[in-house]
């Protein structure tokens, strides 16, 4: 995987893995409304347990253009790589850097990990966001209520991966469930 610059995302910009030094330097990323922000103990653990899944895009002077980060979790046929975040500073928006990152972790979902497909959360009113992720091959598995604060539903999204050649990851869509009903392979109890 490595540092990877060029093609689609911006020519000017490199992917490589995120750093505990990129946790003093990323805020200026994350101020889209839509944008989860996390205490630091949540990146660091995300930085320990999945190193593989936290990268960063740079641009030429060095500062942080996006991120993503990410984790394998679930078990079975439900064994699947996990967006927690993707994000992009807004100066660099609209230039395919979202892709490009995407693009990052289903690889690493694939080549280290052999998952099934991979998931992501998204509010149901980032429609620019459904809309990219469409694009990518996503379609929306399941609505979770209430999944932000209470305040808000989330669609769960899923684009089967190679391992997944029945599509089976994506039966069954259009149900909606509790927070409380994600279950273990999904992030919840």
């Known amino acids: 995987d490595g540092a990877r610059g060029g093609g689609r995302g911006g020519a000017m910009t490199t992917v490589r893995p995120f750093t505990c030094d990129d946790l003093f330097t990323y805020n200026d990323v994350n101020t889209d409304v839509f944008t989860e922000t996390f205490n630091l103990n949540f990146y660091l653990s995300y930085l320990s347990r999945w190193p593989e899944y936290f990268s960063v895009a740079t641009a030429p002077d060095g500062a942080i253009a996006g991120?993503?980060?990410?984790k394998a979790e679930g078990r079975g046929s439900n064994w699947h790589g996990h967006v927690s975040a993707v994000t992009v500073a807004p100066s660099y928006r609209r230039m395919g850097l979202a892709s490009k990152l995407m693009d990052e972790l289903e690889g690493i979902?694939?080549?280290?990990?052999?998952?099934?497909?991979?998931?992501l959360f998204v509010r149901e009113s980032n429609t620019n966001a459904i809309a990219m992720y469409e694009r990518l091959g996503y379609v929306v598995y399941r609505t979770v209520l209430d999944y932000y604060s209470g305040e808000e539903n989330a669609f769960d999204m899923r684009k089967?991966?190679?391992r997944d050649t029945e599509r089976r990851s994506v039966e069954g869509r259009g149900h909606a469930i509790r927070p409380h009903q994600l279950g273990p392979d999904f992030g919840g109890a």
Request: proline share 6%; glycine share 6%.
């Open 160 to 162: 089967p991966l190679r």
């Open 67 to 70: 991120y993503v980060l990410g």
């Open 109 to 119: 979902s694939e080549r280290h990990h052999d998952a099934y497909f991979v998931d």
